[in-house]
T-cell receptor, first 114, second 115 residues
Framework: DTAVSQTPKYLVTQMGNDKSIKCEQNLGHDTMYWYKQDSKKFLKIMFS???????INETVPNRFSPKSPDKAHLNLHINSLELGDSAVYFC?????????????FGQGTRLTVV | GQQLNQSPQSMFIQEGEDVSMNCTSSSIFNTWLWYKQDPGEGPVLLIA?????ELTSNGRLTAQFGITRKDSFLNISASIPSDVGIYFCAGRLDAGGTSYGKLTFGQGTILTVHP
């Protein structure tokens, strides 16, 4: 069973479209994240949710809207896609606090905007 | 914001050689992590360090949490072809509030191992 699963793995779309990426974790973690990896492989946090509540929003454009229907799911919706949004998006989960576990990453979603 | 400088950016080595890479930060972290990313996959945790000065091993991997809390290194001994990949350091502040769980990543070290 995959611990953190993202769908789709690949997404090719035109500029201006709206798209969503889904993420689910079966680790029972309280915290979930979205990270963006650019073409130079640099990883940067976008959002963090703890028990469905937004904790971190790293000055991401408001075209990006995360949604957490429950603590096992964190989806990412992107409006009006731009060329610069092309990247690999990683979902991750962790259990913070004493005795917790470090961030476990999904396989990534490679988004290509044309 | 906090930045991590990871070096070297890339390494080309022969199988059997030892490898060393390091990360430095302009500010302190309370936790240092090392991840490895294979092509088409997400980063996978290799080693976690929680205490300044801590030295931890995981098989052929050894990592240390710098005493100043502003640096960490990772050594790989007797490299093998499957060590190929991108290695990332990551720091976490654990200050609560908006830093809660947030990882700050280094730029990555691309490792190539020639058989």
């Amino acid at each position: 069973d995959t611990a953190v699963s993202q769908t789709p793995k690949y997404l090719v779309t035109q500029m201006g479209n709206d798209k969503s990426i889904k993420c689910e974790q079966n680790l029972g973690h309280d915290t979930m994240y979205w990270y963006k990896q650019d073409s130079k492989k640099f990883l940067k946090i976008m959002f963090s949710y703890n028990n469905k509540e937004l904790i971190i929003n790293e000055t991401v454009p408001n075209r990006f809207s995360p949604k957490s229907p429950d603590k096992a799911h964190l989806n990412l919706h992107i409006n009006s896609l731009e060329l610069g949004d092309s990247a690999v998006y990683f979902c991750a989960s962790s259990q913070p606090g004493w005795g917790g576990t470090e961030a476990f990453f999904g396989q990534g979603t490679r988004l290509t905007v044309v | 914001g906090q930045q991590l400088n990871q070096s070297p950016q890339s390494m080309f080595i022969q199988e059997g050689e030892d490898v060393s890479m390091n990360c430095t930060s302009s500010s302190i972290f309370n936790t240092w992590l090392w991840y490895k990313q294979d092509p088409g996959e997400g980063p996978v945790l290799l080693i976690a360090l929680y205490k300044a000065g801590e030295l931890t091993s995981n098989g052929r991997l050894t990592a240390q949490f710098g005493i100043t809390r502003k640096d960490s290194f990772l050594n790989i001994s007797a490299s093998i072809p499957s060590d190929v990949g991108i290695y990332f350091c990551a720091g976490r502040l654990d200050a609560g509030g908006t830093s809660y769980g947030k990882l700050t990543f280094g730029q990555g070290t691309i490792l190539t191992v020639h058989p």
